[in-house]
C-alpha cells in the first residue's frame, strides 16, 4: 500500500515575516520611532527641572499617576515601560541578526570600506552597545537607586539628578550616551523612513535635514541638564 505524500505545512506570514531581512528591518524601523517619541517627551519631561524642585518633582509624581482615575497608580507608567521594554528588545534582536547576516553574506569583508559612509553609519552598532549600557545603569542610578552617587530619596527625582551630576563619572557617563544617541537618531531616522518607504529622492534631502535637527535638538536638550548642574544654574 502506497504512502500518501507528506505535505510540508507553509510557514505562518508572522514566521515569514520575521525570518525576512525586510521584516527585520521593518521592526526596527517601527521600534525606533516609538523609542524616538519617548526621547522627545522624556526630554521635555527633563527640561522642567530648570523651573525648580517643586516643578520637577510635580512632574516625577504625575508619571506615576498619569491615567487616574481609570488606571490604578503607576499603571501607565508601567504600560510605557512594558512598550518600551518590547521596543528596545525587537530593535536589539533584529540589528544583531542582521548584523551576523550581513557577516555571513561577506565573510572576507571589505577590501575597501565605503568612502560615503558616514561616522553615524560606521558607529551605529558601538553605539547601540553604548545606548544598551548607559540604559542600565540609568535605571539602577535613578529608578531603583542600586548605584546612586548621594542619597537616594524616593518621590524626589529632584534631588536625585542633582546628585548623580554632581559627580564627574556621572556626567561623563551621560553626556557621552547623550551623544551616541544623537548619532544613532541621526542615522537612525533616515533609515527608517527609507525601510517604511517614506523616503524618495524628492524628499530625502528634507528627511535628512530633519535627522540632523532631530537628533541636534535631543542632544542639546539632554546634555542641558548635567551642563546645568556642573554650572550651578540648577542645585
Known amino acids: 500500500m502506497a504512502l500518501a505524500p507528506r505535505t510540508e505545512r507553509k510557514p505562518s506570514m508572522t514566521r515569514t515575516f520575521w525570518g525576512s531581512t525586510v521584516g527585520k528591518k521593518t521592526v526596527m524601523a517601527v521600534s525606533g520611532l516609538i523609542m524616538l517619541g519617548y526621547l522627545v517627551a522624556h526630554m521635555f519631561g527633563n ?5 525648580g524642585a517643586g516643578e ?3 512632574y516625577g509624581h504625575w508619571l506615576r499617576t498619569m491615567g487616574g482615575p481609570v488606571l490604578h497608580h503607576g499603571w501607565a507608567l508601567w504600560l510605557v515601560r512594558v512598550v518600551l521594554l518590547a521596543a528596545v528588545t525587537g530593535h536589539a534582536v533584529c540589528a544583531y541578526q542582521l548584523s551576523r547576516r550581513d557577516i555571513r553574506a561577506r565573510p572576507g569583508g571589505y577590501v575597501h570600506k565605503r568612502p560615503h ?3 553615524a553609519t560606521r558607529t551605529m552598532r558601538w553605539g547601540g552597545i553604548i545606548l544598551a549600557l548607559f540604559i542600565v545603569w540609568h535605571l539602577l542610578d535613578l529608578t531603583t537607586g542600586t548605584v546612586h552617587a548621594g542619597e537616594f530619596q524616593e518621590g524626589r527625582p529632584y534631588q536625585n ?3 548623580t551630576f554632581s559627580t564627574w563619572y556621572g556626567n561623563a557617563i551621560y553626556i557621552v550616551a547623550m551623544l551616541a544617541v544623537g548619532l544613532h537618531i541621526r542615522h537612525g531616522f533616515w533609515s527608517a523612513a527609507q525601510t517604511l518607504g517614506v523616503g524618495n529622492a524628492a524628499r530625502d534631502r528634507i528627511l535628512k535635514g ?3 535637527g532631530l537628533a541636534l535638538l535631543l542632544t542639546a536638550g539632554f546634555i542641558s541638564v548635567p551642563v546645568a548642574v556642573m554650572t550651578k544654574v540648577v542645585s
Request: charged fraction near 10%; avoid cysteine.
Open 56 to 58: 520637577f518633582n510635580a
Open 117 to 119: 559612509a558616514s561616522y
Open 161 to 163: 539628578v542633582v546628585d
Open 210 to 212: 530633519a535627522a540632523n
Open 47 to 51: 527640561l522642567k527641572i530648570f523651573f
